[in-house]
């Protein structure tokens, strides 16, 4: 099917999904509904799972009442007993987003998404400080259906989550002027607030001793090469998860165990690592929230995953594994940053992964992290979620 056929196939079907919005939209909009939903109808997830839990938690302190309905597709994923999930098709997404006073969401609205007036859609966003250019910013490589979906939905957005000048910035370059609202990203409030916490819960979840130690793998999805199965362990250019565990014991001391979390795209096209315990690896890709987990880390790796920088708010060490730094700008897009910009080390293959381990300078490291976050005028502070619970309340 050439573009020009699909497109027009796209038009047609967002034109008579709005039918269902239509006809929902002469019901009455109920003040204290609220529709929740993440990465097109994932899990219990991202900012939105931050701006739900508390809300929730004001119900349970100050009796406020809210009637929280979370979309999603897959209907056995487990939600707070507080949140009615629905199933993520056309009707659910027409009736409940037509009669709810405030959306919130970290990605685009389905194409025929219908708005009507006095209701309010926050739109977190689901990576703020990245690397990859977004939207227009991806010039032609960002295709005419892509923008047709992200100006129908910009259009209906109130308030777009930024957590810095950096990305404010590069909000208004890349989208359709929605305003932006500097408040910090909620999914992050649990890196400040509940770190001790989470380092305990998360280490007894998966049977690990207090004393031992966690980096996290976490690589994005992309085309290009990665269109390719990666087998690890056996494939030139993929992490080697063991030697990583042993340069990381034998630098920072220790017992150390990798969590590795493959970007949901690829578990879903069979692409997994298997968890071997024995060896000090674990799966954690198929666990709804990530946050959780990094909360509870020592070290990062990844490739050109925003979660890095939020990684960092930790002041943890983060080590950057870009074994196809060339074929990934061909496919998405020169990327936002200059390399020498960036305060995490990068690599290309697991012997330069080695040495940045054994060379590793924590004091530089740090210094270079504070430059970094003054220069862009990062606000994260823990309180991110607090901001964004004002702006709900405001607009109900």
């Not at 005419?144 to 109130?158: F, G």
């Not at 060490?317 to 940053?337: A, N, T």
Request: some cysteine; aromatic content about 12%.
């Amino acid at each position: 099917m050439s573009e020009k056929s699909y497109i027009l196939k796209r038009r047609i079907k967002a034109s008579l999904s709005k039918i269902p919005y239509i006809i929902f939209g002469f019901l009455p909009i109920r003040k204290n509904k609220i529709v929740f939903s993440a990465f097109e109808g994932a899990g219990y997830c991202c900012n939105p799972k931050y701006i739900a839990e508390e809300l929730i938690r004001q119900e349970h302190s100050y009796g406020e009442k809210y009637e929280m309905i979370w979309l999603v597709n897959d209907m056995t994923k487990e939600f707070p007993k507080e949140i009615i999930k629905k199933k993520n098709n056309l009707f659910n997404r027409a009736y409940h987003l037509s009669t709810a006073k405030v959306w919130v969401d970290n990605a685009r609205k389905n194409y025929g998404t219908r708005k009507r007036k006095n209701q309010f859609y926050i739109l977190t966003w689901h990576g703020m400080i990245g690397f990859k250019p977004v939207g227009r910013l991806r010039g032609e490589l960002f295709s005419k259906i892509a923008e047709l979906v992200s100006k129908d939905d910009a259009k209906n957005v109130d308030v777009l989550l930024s957590n810095s000048d950096w990305c404010s910035d590069v909000w208004k370059n890349a989208f359709w002027n929605e305003p932006v609202f500097k408040t910090g990203s909620p999914r992050c409030d649990v890196l400040f607030n509940q770190r001790n916490e989470k380092k305990l819960e998360i280490r007894k979840k998966y049977g690990l001793s207090e004393e031992t130690k966690i980096v996290m793998c976490a690589p994005t999805f992309r085309g290009g090469s990665q269109n390719r199965e990666r087998k690890v362990f056996a494939e030139t250019g993929t992490i080697d998860f063991l030697e990583l565990k042993e340069n990381l014991e034998k630098k920072f001391g220790g017992e150390w165990i990798v969590f590795v979390r493959l970007h949901p795209q690829l578990a879903l096209r069979g692409i997994s690592v298997g968890n071997d315990v024995s060896k000090g690896i674990i799966d954690v890709t198929l666990v709804d929230d990530m946050y959780e987990l990094l909360a509870a880390t020592d070290a990062f790796v990844s490739d050109y995953s925003s979660a890095a920088f939020d990684a960092a708010l930790l002041r943890i060490p983060v080590f950057l594994y870009v074994d196809d730094l060339e074929d990934y700008v061909m496919d998405r897009g020169k990327l936002l940053w200059k390399v020498e910009d960036i305060p995490f080390p990068m690599v290309k293959n697991n012997d330069e992964l080695k040495k940045v381990i054994e060379k590793f300078n924590k004091k530089e490291y740090l210094e270079k992290l504070e430059q970094m976050f003054n220069d862009i005028g990062l606000i994260e502070d823990g309180m991110a979620t607090d901001k964004v619970i004002n702006l709900i309340k405001n607009n109900m």
